[in-house]
């Protein structure tokens, strides 16, 4: 007996998973696993494998602490007048002259901002990859990430 048109599924309907609780709870799950293992070491001073990257780019955020954020003449006094290297636009280094407003020692203001710009750019991943593909794509893209 063949089925009728009628009785078969359309080929457009699109077929729902049910999204388990284990798919809602693992974004926030790894989210806070990397901030558990991240925040010790959020007051380590800026001398690792990087050092000269991550010391220019405190340097600027420090400049900018000081004496105010201009993001078109971001100044490194090292080589010389005018003071300024652009190695890309700094508004990172803005944002970390931000929280160093706030309080925060130079470097773990910088650890701060970084993991934080991190944070952020995980949650907009999740964000994407869950509207394009699904939720439980959607966490083991953030699981990679």
Known sequence: ???TPSSLPS???RTALPTTTLVRLLPAAILILTVLIHLPTLDQPLVEAHTFR???TAFTARIYHEQGIDLFHPK???LGPPWEIPFEFPLFQAAASVVMAAGLPDDTAMRVTGFASFLLAAV???ALVRRQIG???AAVALGVF
Do not use: E, F, S
């Open 1 to 3: 007996m063949r089925p």
């Open 11 to 13: 080929v457009t309907a």
């Open 54 to 56: 991550q010391t220019q």
């Open 76 to 78: 490194l006094p090292v």
């Open 124 to 126: 907009l991943l999740w």
């Open 135 to 137: 939720a439980g794509a």
